[in-house]
Structures are given as C-alpha cells and as structure tokens.
C-alpha cells in the first residue's frame, strides 16, 4: 500500500520595513526619520505658543486700556452734547420771541447715561416753567417742531439724504398774523441751510406773500383739486 504523500509546507517571506508607529522600528533609520518629524512638530507648536502668548499680551494691554477711553468718549460726548443743547436753546429761543413776541426762554434739560443721551423741553416766562405742549395753545409746539426738524435734517450725511422738509400744518396753532413770521424763520433758516421746504396750510395764502418763493392754492372742486397759481408776480422769475 504507497503511503500518501505530504505537501510541502508555504514559507511567507519577511515583510518590508514599516513606518507604523505603533509596530516595532525596522532599523535605527525610521527610528531617526521618526525623531526628525516629531522634532519639527515640536518646534512648530512651541512657535504657536508664542505668536498666541503675544497675542494675548497685546490683547490684556488693549482691554486694560478700555475703562479710560469708554471714560474719554463719554466726557467728551457729554460736553458736545452740551454744546448742541446751547445751539438749540439760543436759535429757538430767538424764533419763540421772534414769531410770538413775547419774552420766553428756551430750557433744554440734558441727561447723559450709558451712552444714550436725552433732552426734555420747557420754557421759563417770567421765571416760571411751562409746557411747550400746553403754553400758548400750542403755538410753541409749532415752532419748536420747525426749528427741531431743521436741526435734525443738518446732522444728516448730504450724500444720502436730500435737504427736503415738508411741513404739514406746522402752523396749525398759529394765529393768522403770526404765521408770516414763521414763514419768514422757515425761509430764513432754508436759504441758509440750502433746504427746499415744502409748507401744507390752510391759511389765506397772503400769509405768505412776503417771504414764501412760489405759492400753489389747491381748491377741491367737482372735477377734482384745482390748482392755482398763486404767487405774486413780482416773485416769479425773469
């Protein structure tokens, strides 16, 4: 009987050298390649460190700085503040007397916290105060809501926005002989400014005769708003 015969046993090769890092070095060359590249990390992360420690630095000394500056802006926004409250009780001042003819004073009560500003109104006759939105039937509320509106127009960037101001009823409270000397701030203030005003009322139109540039007297009608041509001949144009 043959005997069976035995297959000759497969012999695997040695593998290549490995750069695993969790497998055993092959030879000190991987050994000093591996060095080389952790090394270099080193380096750069020791460079990180500082560029981040200087950061830092200049950081702390820029916010250590900010108690003193948010202090600085708010003295000096509070003195221009005050300057722009003066602005306003002395030109509409002079427009109260102006327009009514009597001896009131404009009182701006200023108050500056946190960064917002704040004003209130009044006005002294005779060393008395009294609310602009009561005194005079609301005559003085009409004239400080003129001069405001300006005001707050001048503060505007001219590139944006276009020095034009309508007036709906500004002098609604205003006595018929009183109005023409509103008109006349209003015309006054919008040459000087270079502001185009456009004034709704429903005063006789002769309340503004003298001072207004061009005067349109719109009638309801049947047919629907008549518009006519009212100003004087001798302020059109040649």
């Known amino acids: 009987m043959p005997f069976p015969r035995l297959a000759r046993p497969t012999v695997t090769p040695p593998s290549a050298p490995s750069d695993d890092p969790l497998g055993?070095?092959?030879?000190?060359?991987?050994?000093?390649?591996?060095?080389?590249?952790?090394?270099?990390?080193?380096?750069?992360?020791?460079?990180?460190?500082?560029?981040?420690?200087?950061?830092?630095?200049?950081?702390?000394?820029?916010?250590?700085?900010?108690?003193?500056?948010?202090?600085?802006?708010?003295?000096?926004?509070?003195?221009?503040?005050?300057?722009?409250?003066?602005?306003?009780?002395?030109?509409?001042?002079?427009?109260?007397?102006?327009?009514?003819?009597?001896?009131?004073?404009?009182?701006?009560?200023?108050?500056?916290?946190?960064?917002?500003?704040?004003?209130?109104?009044?006005?002294?006759?005779?060393?008395?105060?009294?609310?602009?939105?009561?005194?005079?039937?609301?005559?003085?509320a009409n004239i400080l809501s003129v001069g405001l509106r300006i005001f707050a127009l001048t503060q505007l960037d001219t590139r944006i926005h276009r020095r034009l101001l309508v007036l709906d009823e500004q002098d609604c409270w205003l006595a018929p002989d009183l109005v023409p000397r509103l008109v006349k701030i209003i015309h006054e203030a919008a040459k000087a400014l270079g502001f185009q005003v456009i004034l709704i009322s429903h005063h006789h139109t002769a309340c503004f005769t003298p001072y207004a540039d061009k005067i349109l007297r719109l009638t309801p009608t049947v047919q629907g708003i008549q518009v006519e041509d009212a100003t004087p001949r001798a302020h059109h144009p040649d």
């Open 24 to 140: 055993p070095p092959a030879s000190p060359q991987i050994l000093r390649r591996r060095y080389h590249n952790l090394d270099g990390q080193r380096i750069s992360k020791r460079n990180q460190q500082q560029n981040l420690t200087r950061q830092l630095g200049h950081l702390a000394n820029y916010l250590a700085l900010a108690p003193e500056v948010e202090a600085a802006l708010e003295t000096l926004s509070q003195e221009l503040f005050g300057k722009l409250a003066n602005v306003i009780e002395r030109h509409l001042t002079l427009a109260l007397q102006e327009v009514l003819q009597q001896a009131i004073t404009l009182k701006v009560e200023r108050d500056f916290k946190r960064g917002a500003a704040t004003m209130r109104f009044h006005i002294l006759r005779d060393g008395q105060e009294e609310d602009i939105m009561r005194g005079q039937g609301g005559s003085v």
